[in-house]
């Protein structure tokens, strides 16, 4: 089955500069890669995705990339604020036509901005 | 909120009890999934149900026992659990074909003494 790999396991930033987290999948069928943003005591949400036909996908401050040879996706936030601090987890997914999807999350990544 | 309520939201039980977590959405969803979240093993899929069938179960201990009666609603029936079962457990929903997101329940914490 799917495997997928979140690195770094923590990250500290200073307000204003950029974080960049990566992850690697194994299932090379995988075709769907969504991040999601978990803050304290909340529950996790979506915040950026990304499909296996696209390279790159940017959404304001956030931007994800994909490299499908080497089975490896990051997720950059840029200018970062003290709201971005919180747990972040990639996942990968085979989305067939007709059933559900086997979402496999990393381990996940805790992102602090210090001000 | 993201239309996916968990009941109830903090459980305490013993290890000879039995009790279940429910979970409803009212998204028009047609799949729902059980995840454990642990300091160990952060958001572990544990069942996958598509249609009403379950169509994934990731070698989940037989003491956790998924039942989805329709495509609105999620059980997850508990009995003679261990501390280490002691976690989150969230429940998600989607519409499923397209690779849609996965909206999340708050949750349930639950705390097997």
């Known amino acids: 089955g799917e495997n997928v790999e979140q690195h770094p396991s923590t990250l500290s930033v200073q307000e204003g500069d950029s974080a960049v987290i990566k992850c690697t999948y194994s299932?090379?069928?995988?075709?769907?890669f969504p991040w999601y943003k978990q803050e304290l005591g909340k529950r996790p949400q979506l915040i950026i995705d990304?499909?296996?036909?696209?390279g790159e996908k940017k959404d304001q401050r956030i931007a994800v990339t994909l490299n499908k040879t080497a089975k490896h996706f990051s997720l950059h936030i840029t200018e970062t604020q003290p709201e971005d601090s919180a747990v972040y987890f990639c996942?990968?997914?085979?989305?067939?036509?007709?059933?559900?999807?086997?979402?496999?999350f990393g381990s996940g990544t805790r992102l602090s901005i210090r001000p | 909120e993201t239309g996916v309520t968990q009941t109830p939201r903090h459980l305490v039980m013993g290890m000879t009890n039995k009790k279940s977590l429910k979970c409803e959405q009212h998204?028009?969803?047609?799949?729902m999934y059980w995840y454990k979240q642990s300091a160990k093993k952060p958001l572990e899929l544990m069942f996958v149900?598509?249609?009403?069938?379950?169509?994934e179960n990731n070698s989940v201990p037989s003491r956790f026992s998924p039942e989805c009666p329709n495509s609105s609603h999620l059980f997850l029936h508990l009995h003679t659990l261990q501390p280490e079962d002691s976690a989150l457990y969230l429940c998600?929903?989607?519409?499923?074909?397209?690779?849609?997101?996965?909206?999340f329940g708050q949750g349930t914490r639950l705390t097997v003494v």
């Open positions: 990304i499909r296996s036909n696209v």
């Open positions: 149900y598509s249609l009403e069938e379950r169509v």
């Open positions: 996942a990968a997914s085979i989305v067939p036509y007709s059933s559900a999807s086997k979402i496999i």
């Open positions: 998600a929903s989607s519409h499923d074909g397209a690779g849609t997101e996965a909206f």
């Open positions: 299932d090379s069928a995988s075709n769907y």
């Open positions: 998204l028009g969803h047609n799949a």
